[in-house]
């Protein structure tokens, strides 16, 4: 049986940072895109996100955190 969105969504923000950055490349490129193609756009902003955790100027969260607020937000 397939997962849901909710499991789904689950486990991949359980996944370490650059494979979120990985699943999130897929995603996006298994999108159709009416206007163009954006996949080197989204390359680089997928590398530079991983970079700013990477070096200290953005800071991940919790997992637990995050799927708190999505859940009370859904509820």
Do not use: C
């Amino acid at each position: 049986m397939p997962l849901t969105l909710e499991q789904t969504t689950v486990e991949a923000l359980s996944l370490a940072e650059k494979e979120r950055a990985q699943l999130a490349h897929v995603l996006i490129a298994s999108l159709e895109q009416e206007e163009g193609d954006f996949t080197e756009e989204w390359d680089a902003e997928i590398a530079r996100r991983v970079a700013e955790i990477d070096n200290g100027t953005a800071k991940g969260r919790p997992v637990a955190d995050v799927l708190r607020e999505i859940r009370a937000r859904y509820r």
